[in-house]
T-cell receptor, first 115, second 112 residues
Framework: ETGVTQTPRHLVMGMTNKKSLKCEQHLGHNAMYWYKQSAKKPLELMFVYSLEERVENNSVPSRFSPECPNSSHLFLHLHTLQPEDSALYLC??????????????FGEGSWLTVV | GENVEQHPSTLSVQEGDSAVIKCTYSDSASNYFPWYKQELGKRPQLIIDIRSNVGEKKDQRIAVTLNKTAKHFSLHITETQPEDSAVYFCAASSSSASKIIFGSGTRLSIRP
């Protein structure tokens, strides 16, 4: 299944590093999402992009910076992270039709470890 | 704000028995209720969904029921099998929102 692909699958970074997570969707959807999954909060919404505009930002610290250059690509830029940011980061996409029938398709996730 | 509560957080059932997971939602405008299954080390995947104009939907051993008045919806798995062991997430969304709200998940274990 290649609907939503994420790279890298695993990332280890120091607290002073700058890295990026990449997501690409091949489903022709008009919305993309970043979720954080950890033991404390199983599926925590971070950002939503609809038609390449950010429409949701759930009080995420500025050390996480999203970028959506087009409807198929989504990035999460990471800098000066903390150990508590270690988690699985899931990208997702959906087709927003205005009906509310919003099926989310997830990528495999990027496992991030901050040391 | 919008909220989806899910219970129980963990559930262990004997193979062959039924499992029920319950969710409540706060936004009365919610009109779509999907359920996702996440196996260990894998991505969450949609297993069944229900729209607000329907009270019940079945797909083989899986069924979902919706009570709009009480703002409750539930997932029912009958004749459970080892491959049903996973974390299950309920969710709710509405036409006015660009996001979907997930419950906190239920870890289901099937005992042999």
């Amino acid at each position: 299944e290649t609907g939503v692909t994420q790279t890298p699958r695993h990332l280890v970074m120091g607290m002073t590093n700058k890295k990026s997570l990449k997501c690409e969707q091949h489903l022709g959807h008009n919305a993309m999402y970043w979720y954080k999954q950890s033991a404390k909060k199983p599926l925590e919404l971070m950002f939503v992009y609809s038609l390449e505009e950010r429409v949701e930002n759930n009080s995420v610290p500025s050390r996480f910076s999203p970028e959506c250059p087009n409807s198929s690509h989504l990035f999460l830029h990471l800098h000066t992270l903390q150990p508590e940011d270690s988690a699985l980061y899931l990208c997702a996409s959906s087709q927003l039709t205005g009906t509310g029938w919003n099926t989310i398709y997830f990528g495999e996730g990027s496992w991030l470890t901050v040391v | 704000g919008e909220n989806v509560e899910q219970h129980p957080s963990t559930l262990s059932v004997q193979e062959g028995d039924s499992a029920v997971i319950k969710c409540t939602y706060s936004d009365s405008a919610s009109n779509y209720f999907p359920w996702y299954k996440q196996e260990l080390g894998k991505r969450p995947q949609l297993i069944i969904d229900i729209r607000s104009n329907v009270g019940e939907k079945k797909d083989q051993r899986i069924a979902v029921t919706l009570n709009k008045t009480a703002k409750h919806f539930s997932l029912h798995i009958t004749e459970t099998q080892p491959e049903d062991s996973a974390v299950y997430f309920c969710a709710a969304s509405s036409s006015s929102a660009s996001k979907i709200i997930f419950g906190s998940g239920t870890r289901l274990s099937i005992r042999p």
